[in-house]
């Protein structure tokens, strides 16, 4: 018989208690301890068994505040340079068909595969 199967046999054996721990307000921690499993495993076996999780940390965690949004931390001096630099940037750009840009890929790929001296 190896561990695992074990603690699984002495937690279902010791149902009752451990229920009657959880619902005396006993740290899910110290259960889990005691038996010497992880705390998920004793969340398993309650929720297997039926009963309501009550996890009392996840209330009272403290909600992280809101990030400002990224552009309203960049100064507006930085903000227009940033505009220009776009600005010219998209004058420089040239834009190619995708249409033209496949039959050229058509054309190279045919002139490859069939060369014209042998």
């Known amino acids: 018989m190896n561990k695992c199967m074990v603690k699984k046999d002495i937690i279902r054996a ?11 307000d006993m740290q899910v921690s110290e259960i889990a301890s005691g038996y ?20 009392i940390a ?14 309203l931390m960049k100064s507006k ?8 630099n776009t600005r010219i940037n ?3 750009i040239t834009y190619i068909s ?7 890929q058509r054309l190279v790929k045919n002139i490859i595969s069939h060369p014209l001296f042998y």
């Open 14 to 24: 010791d149902k009752d208690k451990i229920i009657n721990q959880y619902q005396n």
């Open 36 to 55: 010497s499993v992880a705390l998920s495993t004793i969340y398993r076996y309650l929720k297997e068994w039926g009963i309501p999780l009550k996890r």
């Open 58 to 71: 996840w209330n009272n965690q403290v909600k992280a505040k809101p990030r400002k949004h990224w552009k």
């Open 77 to 84: 001096e930085l903000v227009a340079k940033m505009k220009e």
């Open 90 to 92: 998209n004058d420089k």
């Open 98 to 104: 995708f249409k033209n840009a496949t039959e050229d």
